[in-house]
């Protein structure tokens, strides 16, 4: 998985945290208001390996929640975060004396396998086991409505990567890229990351084409705002070798954010030209780019 994976999720945990709550039970009608996103620590400690990367504290006084649940948002499979997860639930549990249930949140099949497999802390009969709730690609839906896109971003975001790798995923992949491109530039730039990190070649080579269309709407603003805010980077970082070295210093930063790897040889292509114009169509391309070749293509 794309090293963004990890920051996009927990990044959508914050920012919408009802979506969560509705995907484990939407069954049940929660007032957003009710729903508090507290401290990440879980017990009175205050170590790496006892902060949960949310937690919703869920009633009208987040003093005394009538539910809490335990937000971890997970790219990999890691034996370690098997070992902590029952703390977390124990250590909530003990603060708060609520309900309290873990929910994993992840785009990856294998890896929602994998957390959803029961835990179970001793041996002797009655041993303390629990299993995480798991809200994987089968637990989300499939957004391909623009206007519920619009209503929720978060969840058409989740749902373009969630399903990335299946027949017709370019249809919600445009709708979670144009959900997008209202949002603060920060998390609009990292969602146009990880939905195109995570479609399928089709797909991919589908939206490339869109977004090289002259008409298409996002065929500028897209690409030009990951232009943009990394040229504006390389300034606040105090570039003043002249304009063209202060893009090709953006244009480096920008491959490094996509994860397209360079050669010394690439960098130094980069960093010795001197046409803004030939510079900036390179940055453009870094949108929809795999390789540095693709970057580079006449």
Same mark, same amino acid.
């Not at 507290?38 to 919703?56: I, K, S």
């Not at 499939?142 to 519920?148: N, S």
């Not at 209503?151 to 144009?178: F, M």
């Given at each position: 998985? @794309? ?31 009710? +729903? ?103 637990? +989300?839906?499939?957004?391909?409505? @623009? ?5 929720? !971003? ?30 603060? &530039? ?14 399928? !070649? ?12 002259? &008409? ?83």
């Amino acid at each position: 998985m @794309p090293k963004i994976t990890h920051e996009a999720l927990v990044k959508i945990l914050r920012h919408d945290p009802k979506l969560l709550v509705d995907l484990v039970w939407p069954e049940r009608e929660v007032d957003e208001g009710s +729903i508090h996103l507290t401290h990440t620590e879980l017990v009175d400690v205050n170590l790496p390996e006892v902060r949960a990367d949310g937690v919703l504290l869920i009633g009208d006084d987040p003093k005394a929640p009538e539910w809490s649940l335990i937000a971890e948002a997970q790219d990999c499979i890691d034996p370690k975060k098997r070992r902590r997860w029952p703390g977390y639930v124990t250590g909530n549990f003990a603060r708060h004396g609520c309900p309290v249930d873990l929910v994993v949140l992840t785009v990856d099949r294998e890896i929602a396998a994998w957390a959803s497999r029961p835990i179970t802390v001793g041996r002797l009969p009655g041993a303390l086991t629990f299993t995480p709730v798991v809200v994987g690609p089968d637990q +989300i839906p499939w957004i391909t409505d @623009p206007e519920a896109a619009r209503r929720s !971003p978060e969840l058409a975001v989740l749902s373009a990567v969630a399903h990335g790798d299946e027949p017709g995923a370019e249809a919600i992949a445009l709708v979670a890229l144009s959900a997008s491109h209202d949002l603060d &530039n920060d998390r609009e730039i990292l969602y146009v990351d990880l939905v195109l990190h995570h479609l399928a !070649p089709a797909a991919r080579a589908l939206m490339e084409q869109l977004m090289a269309t002259s &008409n298409y709407e996002f065929q500028s603003d897209f690409a030009r705002k990951y232009y943009f805010q990394g040229k504006a980077e390389g300034e606040a970082c105090g570039e003043a070798r002249g304009e063209a070295r202060g893009e090709a210093r953006m244009l480096l930063q920008l491959l490094e954010r996509r994860g397209i790897a360079t050669s010394e040889q690439d960098r130094e292509r980069i960093a010795s030209c001197s046409e803004c114009d030939q510079l900036e169509r390179w940055a453009i391309r870094v949108l929809t780019a795999r390789t540095i070749a693709e970057v580079f293509e006449d």
